[in-house]
């Protein structure tokens, strides 16, 4: 929404349509200067080819979403998906966060509450707990989810989600973007683009498609 309220043309792109009813809610809340320039197309970043790609001045894939891809060939085609959408010149961008040993260490399968707060569309409380199990031998992370949402006082409603996360190093991302046919402008390790170094806790992929 803020690229788009800022005057940019913005595509998304999810293969969960509730994801693209959430955004297209968002977009008439931020009201006429963001919804005309906001387009949502369902699909998959692994292997979806707009009938436009090739044209985008930017792509990226944010917020530790690359580790949802589960293992290293989809998130390799991931980072292929972008390169091809790109116009020469064009900058793709990934960012991923770098856990430490004190991280891991607590992803033993213990329950851990994150947070309790209010949903801002539905006024319901909802509450996640969350059970984290790291496996070293393939650098993945299990991860388990479990949502309750309601109102005090009445019995809530429970949903829970499994996911399969695969941590990427600096060093996965400058392979990545290579084998993609990008060039690595840097990784840097955070998001004013600081020099990435002993105790970073993200690294950030900036790779340019050649001219």
Not at 36 to 55: F, K, M, N, Q, S
């Amino acid at each position: 929404m803020p690229l788009a309220a800022a005057g940019y043309a913005v595509t998304g792109i999810d293969r969960d349509p509730a994801m693209l009813a959430r955004a297209r809610r968002r977009a008439v809340a931020a009201g006429s200067a963001a919804a005309p320039r906001l387009r949502l197309e369902l699909g998959d970043a692994v292997d979806v080819r707009l009938p436009d790609a090739g044209v985008y001045s930017l792509a990226f894939v944010a917020l530790n979403s690359l580790l949802l891809f589960g293992d290293r060939a989809s998130q390799a085609r991931a980072v292929h998906t972008l390169a091809a959408h790109l116009a020469p010149g064009g900058l793709a961008v990934a960012d991923v966060w770098l856990p430490d040993a004190d991280d891991l260490g607590r992803y033993d399968g213990r329950i851990v509450l994150e947070y309790p707060r209010q949903d801002p569309e539905t006024g319901k409380l909802v509450t996640k707990v969350a059970s984290a199990a790291h496996d070293a031998t393939s650098g993945t992370v299990r991860l388990v989810s479990i949502y309750e949402e309601g109102v005090p006082g009445e019995p809530p409603v429970r949903w829970m989600r499994v996911d399969r996360l695969r941590l990427v190093s600096a060093d996965d991302l400058r392979a990545f973007a290579a084998d993609a046919g990008l060039d690595v402008e840097v990784v840097a390790g955070g998001y004013d683009l600081e020099p990435l170094g002993p105790g970073a806790d993200r690294a950030i992929l900036v790779a340019v498609r050649p001219r």
